[in-house]
């Protein structure tokens, strides 16, 4: 069974849906408005799988189904939906990875007094993300984006009891603002060159070769392309989403939110927005990179941009002491290798380590929730410990997704896509610095995955919450168990053939990958993997307060990174200082100078209604007394005539029809 | 849920419709003058004179006393007691009337009645065309023998043929011990 | 055709004025019903019978029963029933506004010059009704549908009683 | 009406057949009105041996639902012994009707209560004319037949309560003004669940409605609008009214016999009680007539191999059933009070039924939707259906508990 | 005259028996049924318009008269629940005796 085009829209209109059911259900109802959330999702699972059954049919081929959506007069805003391999293995995956964080939170949230709405908001969620990926426009595209947004903050903001959730809210959605000014920029400018924001219109579209020419071939003043403008103000938005370098501050504290929500946000949807927006507006960011006398590539700055936010992720991540925020930073610094990827110029394969990145990712998370529930909300991870022999389940998964994420060799999908995208950096032949920055990235992570087992798993428990931690109900380890096995079995995606690659893109031509940097990335790995072991594993701690052993040896360093290399402060000294001094000044401005003309006007207004008064009282009033005086009286005279008897008005109002009609008919009036 | 109520109630009639035409247990009447429920012993409505011979009016036990028409409520009893050619009055009834239209079956003539001579009946078919002549029953028609009593109400006559016969028995006894000086020849033959 | 019409008219303005003389309510409300049949009699005659059917639903069915039910909730006896003669004065004054009415009209009905141009009627069927309805009168039809909604509301606040005697359902 | 018969078996265009031979013998001028007469003349037949037919039916029916056998016992005149399963019982109820002294209360109204039975068996009898009885089988074939056949139905009240005024009885005055309530209560449900059959099919012909429902060629599910979501539960509402409309259990509060003698038939006897009875009869025969040609296909058979069966059988098939579930019902359910008839009527069957009238609007806008969205359109519109069901119900049902008894065990 | 005059008239002799009914009677509910004497013999006007002179479009005087009859039923259920409401008010419901509001 296939699904057609057209009836593409079903599948992100059934989370809307079941959003919209759990919007108006009571807060009693809880398992209406959760049966009907999973249900939505387990049928836009179905559907996607149908979608991808279709969309692989043809993989060249870009489906798709436009229609108008509103008629301007001068013309009309178009939408429509798009149907090829990347938006098909996306949707399978939102949906998959969803309908497992769905159920998890069945476990995790049961709990909560507003369960109800959790679920209406993890439903608007999905449907959003499912919106953005099935949008053949991009305007329809950015609406999703912006609901994502909102359901991000919303979600993000739902324990908003909390003030630390609350700011956290905020943070996301402003800075995520940020990037959107971009990119609401940027589309603008794409219609205002190209009349149309249609990705495929049978040689119409935006992504079409027509139209990329045209974009290419004209150049601005100082000497950028057009097309590279546009490019950069989209990736704008993308920075934003997907927390890369500049605005990756509000990821971090994104974790206030429950973990489900982490899970989500991190994996599935929110960050994965950013990195499918590039990579489906490919054509149009590598539409300049053949054109060798332009100042600067967009691709190059996308690879840049990536490769320092992978090593600068991993770098804050070693020194993290909260389980989820290591998690965090860890998705920072995964997010820059993807993006590094597209910038290097093999989109697959960061579409690939985007989907296997999304079920170990989602695993960790989960497990970070798992563990996170059993402790009783502890999330320090110097306060656990131990917790391998009661949290059996929990820790083998764990485990698996912790190998994955590292890029243990051949057994696991990360070390595949990871691979995927070292070859990639490898082959680019701009520079080496983003091969290097990810080497090190490579080495980082495996130290600091490391670390975080031993801390959690490790010795023994470290406070009364993790002592009393106990393995927790299936509706949520079996998630995690469904999970592990995906991050294994998805290896079979790129080994031993690389199907995926060429479902995405069959023009693209993998070259045999080079053997010596394969070696060399599994020996970094393995040397991470020893190092932590060896500073962690094996040195375990046995109070929660005993100090860090890498902090003994390097404490200005680690302190630096702990503070999250101060990012925080630099804005709020900066950018925050800035915005400060401007309210300031605009205060002032209201305060003193608008301010002051208004109360003059108004003492001119006050002083004149006094001279009005005086003349009113002494010269109208008197006349007007008089006057309504007589119209009384006369009056008096007149409400003689109303008798209240019914019969008499109807007789009048006869009478007078009959003397209308004489007169008419003798007048002779016509 | 609203509704589920009526469907049951549909199940059960239709239920009771289907039943009725295959199991005639379930039919709670009979058709009456073919068949007939069988009476129980206990039944009775509508007096009637127990006689014990042949001959029906000269062997009623009934001694025309009138206690009964002096206590029937509804006043249907109508007694004229018969006198030989001298004007005595014989202890026996000329006239019996029952008004059945009236009558309401209430036992109490039977109640009082030192004889034994009228009891309940278990005949409910009276239905006549005229109500002035068919439902004024004579003592020609009330008059049933003793071994119908026997019949209808088998406990109720046992015990009292017994303490008949220990009363005539005692009697006897009685009038053999008077009889020595003066035997009476004016009693009735015994009863059978 | 004119001898129908002629019927109908009889009946029609019989029934109307022996039902506005009468002394009992009740037949006055029920030759008023025969009134009504009657003009929807003369639609027929007129070819709508849409509106004939429409008649009689919207008279003899729920007009009648409403001014029914008027007239039973509002006496205390069956002698209530029966009305006290208008005023001689008052009838009289009701008579001659009436007739000087119906003076002028016939006046003006005679002298005016009417012209008559079809022979037969014309024929709307109920589908083009329909469409008439919801095409171009459907504002029309949103209004009335407004002031039916409002009456109803309307006529429930003004008959319902204040006073709340009694529980529905008590045991 | 004179549309030539078209190739269906002989059976099946009998009565137009004979029609137009007994047709034949009159001069042309003649013809229409003969026709007329005819139609008449069979209606009055046919309907009035099903009407005597039915009341031996019900009472067979409420017997046999009791576990008793019913009226078995009437036979022939002059053939004693003869049963017959009680098959002439209701000649003899005939005879014994016409034969009764017939009982005018000194106080009535004389003019009314003579003219209360006339007119309610004339409005009943009127909504028989636009009935399509088979193909090619309708007394009078008007373009606004559904409207005139509730507009006459409407009328049948206005008998009633002229009966129950005219009687000078303060039974028949609760009863006639109970019957008010009810008609002014249940003619808005009724009407609303016709509504969506009448936009859904685009007429207010029955003919045109019966015809909108035909068999597509070879298929073996009937195409009757109760098979739709909305047609079904238009179908129960108008069920449900047309139970109230006929004043039948357990809606029968005009003449609820344990409270108030008769209701309006109390000061009735003999022939007039005969012509209300046969009155309440048609009523039930033409609003089951209607509910048949409304939402179960009408003369349609059920599917196309079944057609050689002459369609005024299945109407007739139809019809009768309609009347005895009706009947089974009241065998089952108990009379209600009037609070909850016209709550029942206000605040559960209009809401729903406004409610019905949106799924068909939704029924008839997606009528292109196919495939998988088909299931989409069955799941949406049953949704619209059920939800509001269980939500009205149990609003209108809260604080209901199960009955208790104070002085029975 | 004409048939179209003689429809006229008819209506104009109904307008004027609702009228004087509705000016000599005392009873509220008569008065109320006089004046829907008077919206008939108005819509009589329009049909026989309608099927006498040719409008524009073929549906208009039906269309007027589907209004008014609307528009009749929603004044009589109003006015009634208006007598109602004075014979609670004042016990009766004689219109000369409604006349709490005169000036």
């Known amino acids: 069974m296939t699904l057609s085009v057209q009836h593409l829209w079903l599948i992100p209109a059934l989370p809307l849906l079941a959003a919209a059911i759990g919007a108006l259900t009571p807060s009693g109802g809880r398992t209406l408005a959760a049966s009907a959330a999973i249900a939505a999702m387990v049928a836009a699972f179905v559907l996607s799988c149908c979608a991808l059954v279709a969309a692989l049919a043809d993989p060249t081929a870009n489906l798709t189904y436009n229609f108008t959506w509103f008629d301007l007069g001068t013309g009309a805003v178009r939408l429509g939906w798009l149907l090829n391999p990347l938006t098909a293995f996306m949707c399978v995956m939102v949906t998959f990875v969803g309908t497992l964080i769905f159920v998890f939170s069945l476990g995790y949230m049961h709990d909560d ?136 501050v509000w990821l971090p504290d994104a974790m206030e939110g429950p973990t489900p929500v982490s899970a989500l946000i991190h994996a599935a949807t929110m960050v994965a927005a950013g990195v499918f927006l590039i990579a489906r507006i490919y054509p149009l960011m590598e539409a300049d990179y053949h054109h060798h006398n332009l100042p600067i590539h967009a691709l190059t700055v996308v690879a840049f941009i990536g490769a320092i936010t992978a090593l600068m992720g991993a770098l804050i991540a070693v020194a993290q002491n909260d389980i ?45 929730g798992s563990v996170i529930h059993a402790a009783h909300h502890e999330q320090d991870m110097r306060k656990l410990g131990g917790l391998s022999g009661p949290m059996r389940v929990t820790f083998l998964t764990f485990a698996v997704g912790m190998m994955a994420l590292a890029g243990v060799p051949f057994l696991f999908s990360g070390f595949w896509s990871k691979e995927a995208i070292l070859h990639a950096a490898h082959a680019w032949d701009v520079s080496h610095i983003p091969l290097y920055f990810g080497l090190t990235a490579v080495v980082l992570t495996a130290f600091y995955m490391t670390r975080l087992v031993a801390e959690t798993f490790f010795g023994k428990p470290r406070s009364h919450a993790a002592g009393l931690a106990h393995e927790n109900p299936a509706v949520m380890t079996v998630p995690l168990v469904i999970l592990a096995a995906c991050a294994i079995l998805l290896s079979l995606l790129a080994w031993p053939t690389p199907w995926l690659q060429h479902q995405l893109d069959p023009q693209a031509h993998t070259e045999p990958g080079g053997l010596s940097l394969m070696m060399l990335s599994i020996v970094l790995v393995a040397l991470g993997l020893g190092a932590g ?57 209201d305060r003193y100078v608008w301010g002051g003309l208004v109360n003059l006007v108004a ?68 | 849920m609203l509704g589920t109520g009526i469907i049951k109630g549909l199940a059960v009639t239709a239920k009771n419709f289907v039943g009725s035409f295959y199991d005639p247990a379930r039919l709670v009447t009979v058709e009456y003058p073919e068949k007939q429920i069988p009476i129980p012993e206990n039944y009775r409505n509508f007096p009637f004179l127990v006689h014990e011979g042949d001959d029906p009016i000269a062997t009623l036990r009934c001694v025309a006393c009138k206690i009964c028409e ?123 | 055709m004119t001898a129908a019409l002629i019927l109908i008219a009889l009946l029609i303005l019989g029934s109307t004025a022996v039902a506005m003389s009468l002394r009992n309510l009740i037949h006055s409300a029920l030759l008023l019903v025969l009134s009504w049949m009657g003009i929807a009699a003369f639609y027929l005659w007129a070819g709508a019978e849409f509106v004939a059917f429409a008649q009689v639903l919207v008279y003899a069915g729920a007009v009648s029963m409403i001014v029914l039910f008027a007239v039973l909730l509002t006496r205390r006896s069956r002698a209530d029933l029966s009305i006290a003669p208008a005023s001689l004065r008052r009838a009289v004054a009701g008579v001659l506004a009436g007739g000087a009415t119906a003076g002028v009209l016939t006046l003006a009905v005679l002298r005016t010059n009417l012209q008559i141009a079809p022979s037969a009627a014309p024929t709307v069927t109920v589908q083009q009704l329909g469409l008439e309805l919801i095409g171009p009168q459907v504002a029309s039809v949103l209004v009335v549908g407004v002031i039916l909604t409002v009456a109803l509301l309307g006529a429930v606040v003004l008959a319902a009683s204040d006073r709340n005697d009694g529980k529905e359902d008590a045991p | 009406m004179n549309a030539p018969a078209n190739t269906n078996s002989l059976l099946e265009r009998a009565p137009v057949m004979i029609r137009d031979w007994i047709i034949g013998f009159f001069p042309e001028s003649l013809r229409w009105p003969v026709g007329a007469l005819l139609a008449i003349a069979a209606m009055l037949a046919v309907f009035g041996l099903v009407f005597a037919f039915l009341t031996l039916a019900e009472r067979k029916l409420l017997g046999r639902a009791q576990n008793r056998p019913g009226p078995n016992r009437s036979g022939l005149p002059f053939f004693r012994g003869t049963k017959l399963f009680g098959l002439t019982q209701p000649f003899a109820d005939a005879v014994k009707m016409l034969t009764k002294e017939d009982i005018v209360p000194r106080a009535a109204d004389h003019l009314l209560h003579f003219l209360a039975p006339v007119l309610v068996v004339a409005f009943a009898l009127m909504t028989f004319a636009v009935i399509p009885y088979g193909r090619q089988l309708v007394a009078v074939d008007i373009d606004a037949g559904v409207l005139y056949f509730f507009a006459a139905g409407a009328a049948t009240e206005l008998a009633i309560f002229m009966a129950g005024w005219a009687s000078h009885n303060k039974y028949s005055l609760i009863g006639a003004m109970r019957a008010l309530a009810q008609l002014i209560s249940y003619e808005l449900p009724l009407l609303l669940s016709v509504v969506p059959v009448v936009m859904l099919a685009g007429t207010l012909s029955p003919t045109k409605i019966v015809e909108a429902q035909a068999n597509v060629p070879g298929g073996l599910i009937p195409h009757w609008h109760v098979f739709t979501p909305w047609g079904a539960v238009g179908f129960a509402i108008f069920m449900v009214a047309a139970l109230a409309e006929a004043n039948r259990s357990p809606f029968d509060l005009p003449e609820g016999e344990s409270e108030l003698v008769a209701g309006h038939l109390t000061e009735y006897s003999g022939f007039k009680y005969a012509l209300f009875f046969m009155a309440e009869y048609f009523g039930m025969i033409g609003l089951t007539g209607m509910g048949a040609t409304l939402f179960l296909g009408g003369w349609q058979a059920p599917c196309a191999f079944l057609e050689f069966i002459p369609s005024y059988l299945w109407f007739g098939v139809k019809m009768l059933s309609l009347i005895l579930f009706m009947m089974w019902i009241r065998a089952t359910l108990l009379r209600l009070r009037i609070d909850q008839l016209t709550r029942l009527a206000w605040k559960f069957l209009v809401p729903l039924a406004l409610i019905n009238l949106g799924t068909a609007a939704f029924w008839s806008r997606t009528d292109s939707w196919s495939g998988p969205l088909q299931f989409v359109r069955w799941a949406i519109a049953l949704a619209l259906i059920v939800v509001p069901f269980v939500v009205i119900g149990r609003r209108l049902t809260a604080g209901l508990a199960p009955r208790t008894y104070r002085y029975a065990t | 005259m004409n048939t179209l005059q003689l429809c006229l008239l008819i209506s104009s002799a109904l307008f004027c028996i609702g009228l004087a009914g509705a000016l000599s009677r005392t009873n509220t509910i008569l008065v109320l049924l006089g004046i829907e004497l008077m919206l008939n013999a108005a819509n009589l006007n329009f049909i026989a318009f309608w099927r006498f002179n040719p409008a524009p479009l073929p549906a208009t005087g039906v269309i007027f008269v589907i209004f008014a009859i609307a528009v009749a039923a929603a004044e009589a259920a109003v006015g009634l629940a208006l007598v109602i409401a004075i014979y609670r008010h004042q016990q009766n419901i004689r219109l000369q005796d409604a006349t709490r509001l005169k000036g």
């Not at chain 1, 200082?577 to 205060?587: E, H, P, W």
């Open chain 1, 324 to 368: 989820k925020r290591v998690l965090a930073f860890s998705t920072v610094s995964q997010l820059g290798f993807m993006m590094l990827a597209i910038g290097v110029g093999s989109w697959v394969a960061a579409i690939f380590h985007l989907l296997t990145h999304a079920f170990f990712k989602a695993l960790l998370f989960l497990g970070a």
């Open chain 1, 113 to 248: 007094e507003n369960f109800t709405r959790f679920f209406c908001f993890l439903s608007l969620f999905a449907a959003a993300m499912l919106g953005i990926v099935v949008s053949n426009s991009l305007l329809f595209l950015f609406v999703s984006w912006e609901l994502v947004g909102l359901a991000s903050y919303l979600l993000i903001g739902f324990w908003f009891q909390k003030p630390e959730a609350a700011a956290a809210a905020k943070k996301a959605f402003i800075t995520t603002r940020i990037g959107d000014l971009g990119l609401l920029l940027g589309m603008v400018w794409l219609y205002h060159a190209r009349g149309t924001l249609l990705f495929f219109d049978g040689g119409a579209g935006v992504l079409e070769p027509a139209s990329l020419t045209a974009l290419m071939v004209s150049t601005l003043s100082c000497g950028l392309a057009v097309s590279t403008a546009i490019s950069l103000l989209i990736f704008c938005g993308a920075v934003g989403k997907s927390g890369q370098f500049p605005l990756h």
């Open chain 2, 70 to 192: 002096n206590e029937c409520p509804p006043q249907c009893i109508y007694i004229v007691a018969e006198r030989d050619e001298k004007g005595k009055v014989l202890k026996k009834p000329k006239i019996f009337d029952i008004d059945i239209a009236v009558c309401m079956s209430c036992q109490i003539c039977v109640e009082v009645c030192p004889f034994d001579a009228i009891k309940m009946d278990q005949h409910f078919e009276i239905a006549a065309g005229n109500r002035f002549e068919g439902l004024l029953l004579h003592r020609e028609q009330l008059a049933k023998p003793n071994s119908y009593y026997q019949k209808i109400h088998p406990t109720e006559a046992a015990e009292v043929d017994a303490m008949l016969t220990a009363m005539k028995a005692r009697q006897a006894a009685e009038k053999s011990a008077k009889a020595k000086p003066a035997p009476a020849t004016q009693t009735p033959p015994p009863a059978a």
């Open chain 1, 603 to 670: 003492r001119l207004g006050q002083f004149g209604g006094l001279v009005n008064r005086e003349a009113d009282e002494d010269g109208l009033n008197a006349g007007f007394d008089a006057v309504s005086r007589k119209v009384r009286s006369v009056g008096q005279i007149y409400s003689r005539a109303q008798t209240g008897e019914t019969h008499g008005y109807l007789r009048v109002i006869a009478l007078g029809f009959v003397v209308l009609v004489l007169l008419v008919m003798l007048g002779g009036v016509r």
């Open chain 1, 533 to 589: 072991w060896a500073l962690y594993g094996r040195l375990l701690r046995t109070n929660a307060s005993a100090p860090d052993p890498l902090a003994a040896a390097l404490p200005r360093l680690h302190a630096f990174l702990a503070a999250r290399m101060m990012f925080d402060e630099l804005y709020a000294a900066t950018f925050g200082r800035l915005s400060n001094g401007l309210a300031a000044l605009a205060d002032g401005l």
